[in-house]
Structure formats: C-alpha cells, structure tokens
T-cell receptor, first 118, second 111 residues
Framework: AQSVTQLDSQVPVFEEAPVELRCNYS??????LFWYVQYPNQGLQLLLK??????LVESINGFEAEFNKSQTSFHLRKPSVHISDTAEYFC????????????????FGQGTELSVKP | DGGITQSPKYLFRKEGQNVTLSCEQN?????MYWYRQDPGQGLRLIYY???????QKGDIAEGYSVSREKKESFPLTVTSAQKNPTAFYLC??????????FGSGTRLTVV
C-alpha cells in the first residue's frame, strides 16, 4: 500500500529565511507527486506537481520541489519565505492503478504547518 | 470559470439531526471525493465516486452517506449516527492522475 510521511508537523521560520518541508513516500509502483497549500478556512490549492520529465519542479511563487526516486522523497523548498507563505502544506501521491482514466485517488500526508514570523 | 462549489460555507446541526452538504462541479470530472479535516489529523477520506451511480467507502464512512445521481453533484449527508460531526469538510474532483481540484469547504458545528 502507498503511504506519505511528512516529517515535520510544524515548521517555524523567520521572514526571508530559507525553508524545507520534507515529504517521503512509499510505493511499489510509479507515482505522480503533488504539493498543496491550504490557507485558514479555505480549500486546498495545487502548488506544484511532478508527473514526468525534469525532477525539479517550480511554482509561480518561488517554491520548488525535487523528485528523488532513490530516496523516495519530494521535499518542498523556498530560498526566502514571506509572511504570506504562512499556511498548511500537504504532500500527496497519486495511485496510478485506478480504473483507466477514472483513477488517480490521492494519498495525503498529515500536513506541515509553516509559520513565518517577522 | 470551472470549479467546485461547496455550500453552505457554515452549517450548524442540532443533536440527532441529519444534514446534507452540497458539492457541485462544472469541470466534467468523473471522480469526486469527500474528506473530513480535524486539527492535527490531516485529511481523512469519507467516500469517493469514480463514476455516476457508483461510490465506495473511504476510511471513515460510518455515520455518513452519499449519492451520485449526476456527474456534477456529490452530496454528503451527515447522519445522526455520526457522533462527532464537528469538522471542516472538503469536496474534491479529478479526471485521471493529475491531481485534485478542491472546493472551499464547509464548516459543520454541532450546537
């Protein structure tokens, strides 16, 4: 069975500092990987995804994540965080064994609360 | 713009009452999902449906029911059998393996 582990439940950082949110997964099949962000009292928004190709993927607001197949990891990084990055971040993997085009149920990690302090 | 609409945003339930949360999508997605979110517990899957007129239980289906009579709609009923229904409920949909689109959530509170 697939599983996702987010290694830190809370990450406090100061504004303009770098941050890394760690995500490891286990799977016996190929996976697609995702990071979602959730602001208070809102739904989840897709931040970035790895489907194939370059193992380094980037978002429009400066986050990046690198797919490392040998370490089964997909850590999220940002070189300089802003107060507005304060949110909860979820890592997820896609089950590729779904029924044709109707598959793709996501397995989520427990989430990491990023708190950026001035 | 295409998306998922959840309503209402806030809902209050009395003890012993059934309530229904609405989820509608205009993305033409086949699959739809309901998750429950509690502080510190991440997302827990309640029910999902990968095609009209078919749905499967997730990890915490007890006390909940769903229907999928139309592709666009996947309502969730929280029954009186659900003893601790206060939570944030999220609906999502997808097509293929490319990730979910989420609604903005419904916060249910027992009064």
């Amino acid at each position: 069975a697939q599983s996702v582990t987010q290694l830190d439940s809370q990450v406090p950082v100061f504004e303009e500092a770098p941050v890394e949110l760690r995500c490891n997964y286990s799977s016996s099949v190929s996976v697609y990987l995702f990071w979602y962000v959730q602001y208070p009292n809102q739904g989840l928004q897709l931040l970035l995804k790895y489907l194939s190709g370059s193992t380094l993927v980037e978002s429009i607001n400066g986050f990046e994540a690198e797919f490392n197949k040998s370490q089964t990891s997909f850590h999220l990084r940002k070189p300089s965080v802003h107060i507005s990055d304060t949110a909860e971040y979820f890592c997820a993997v896609s089950d590729l064994r779904g029924r044709g085009n109707q598959g793709g149920k996501l397995i989520f990690g427990q989430g990491t609360e990023l708190s950026v302090k001035p | 713009d295409g998306g998922i609409t959840q309503s209402p945003k806030y809902l209050f339930r009395k003890e012993g009452q059934n309530v229904t949360l609405s989820c509608e999508q205009n993305l033409n997605h086949d699959a739809m999902y309901w998750y429950r979110q509690d502080p510190g517990q991440g997302l827990r899957l309640i029910y999902y449906s990968q095609i009209v007129n078919d749905f499967q239980k997730g990890d915490i289906a007890e006390g909940y029911s769903v229907s999928r009579e139309k592709k666009e709609s996947f309502p969730l009923t929280v029954t009186s059998a659900q003893k601790n229904p206060t939570a944030f409920y999220l609906c999502a949909s997808n097509q293929g393996f490319y990730g979910y689109t989420f609604g903005s959530g419904t916060r249910l509170t027992v009064v």
